[in-house]
């Protein structure tokens, strides 16, 4: 399940520049602030980075580390590893609430105006500068790196429009302030770097190295107060586009990302990010306000081990371009895609409670052929691939489940001549019709992850499909297709 939004605490009270020192509020830079706040997380033992799954002994530790430092960082990794995931959480290190002076384009703090109107203002008003408050979620700024990308986007550009209103060109007012520096007190990130054109990345230079931006020509120093974030696919970083020497220079820390490393994770990922009500359907209703819900469909978690499998297994495929990668979107998407054929089924035959099943699988192939990249060797031959693959995937669950159990009161079934036809249009009912009862269903179930409260006939329907499969895949049944599904026999 997605993690929950932690909501919001009243902002403070203060609402000028004497109050604000009357509240003892201190004053500290960005990286002070996530340090400070990192560290008391650290010693509690509270989550540093919600949501974020299988980087724990790996990749997390580097990241405290560089921020610990106060080092800007770039995550280099393949597509689909989390990192712009990962890169949003961090804005949860900064303080709930900071201060700002009322009105100011890039975030001047009132005790140390840097902007040529806010230092203006403090002058003429002292104590009485008015200030607002700002939440850590309206503090990140992000900008994805492409090639019409322009320096005025990053850094900023003379403003015509003020011009025109009768101000002098030299006038620092004039200017109008880029992503960066309207990012100012905050973190930013440009995600895939090597992207961005080479004359555009020697823009940032300044940022990383004087902390301050200049635009065309103008005299004027801004010290930005800004945590630096940068993304970069391994791939583009080499071949396709590179990041600058200089600048790389500049960054402090440069961390790995990688795809989960084990199965478990692999699972908690595709629970945690597919749009599903993973245990109990509530309907088609809109939600609240109108929010509409996920797909009302179960994924018992036999399925979703298996997708977990045929993930790792196409990853791993030597028919596969290994420097490409396999997003951790594939597995997602599979899952909401196997959940949306139980859901479809149940419109066109009205099944009362939807429960995806091993049929509602091979559907998911041509879905997700368009985001592998496979070697030119195995042109033609992608959907193949992919089919072979997802039965191993469905095997190798198969011997984790059910392998070592006495499935003969199933087999007999078939000794005994009959013929069990099924496919993704068939209810759940009229499948657990053809196959007749079952002596160990219950446990059957159980042993696929079904505990209480998983009676409906969709889950035996589901359990029993699943065991139908594996024993054709362990070749104890053979199987013909036909245009409806399958029919599994002797």
Partial sequence: MHESPTPRTEAPHARNLRELRESGHPYRTVKAEIRENLLARLRSGA?????????????????????????????????GQ????????????????????EGCEINDHPYAPECVRCRRLAAEQGDELKIAWKHRDERYGEKLATPDTSVGDLIGDVDPIKIAEGRTLGDPETVHYGLVPRTNRGVFSVNELPDLAERIQVALLNVLEERDIQVRGYNLRLPLDILLIASANPEDYTNRGRIITPLKDRFGAEIRTHYPLTLED?????????????????????????????????????????????????????????????SARFSIAAAETAAASAVRRAAITGEERPVTRVCDLPGVVPTLRGKVEFEVSEEGREVEVLAHLLRRAVAETFRGTLGGMDLSALLDKFTEGAQIESGELTPATELLQRIGPVNGLSKIMSAVGMGEGDESPGHAAAALEFALEGLYLMRRLSKDETDGGSVYRT
Avoid: N, Y
């Avoid at 980087?55 to 430092?69: G, I, K, S």
């Fill in 266 to 326: 692999e699972l908690d990922l595709i629970r945690q990010e597919a749009e599903l009500d993973w245990r109990r359907p509530t309907g088609g209703t809109a939600g609240k306000d109108g929010e509409q819900p996920g797909l009302s469909a179960e994924l018992p978690d036999h399925i979703v081990e298996t997708i977990a499998r045929f993930t790792r297994l196409v990853r791993e495929s030597t028919a596969v371009d290994s420097r490409s990668g396999v």
């Fill in 47 to 79: 989550p540093r980075f919600p949501g974020i799954v299988g980087f724990d002994e790996t990749v997390l530790p580097h990241l405290e580390r560089a921020l610990l430092a106060g080092h800007d960082l770039v995550l280099l990794g393949e597509r």
């Fill in 82 to 101: 989390g990192k712009t995931r990962l890169i949003r959480t961090i804005t949860g290190l900064l303080d709930e609430w900071t201060p700002v002076v």
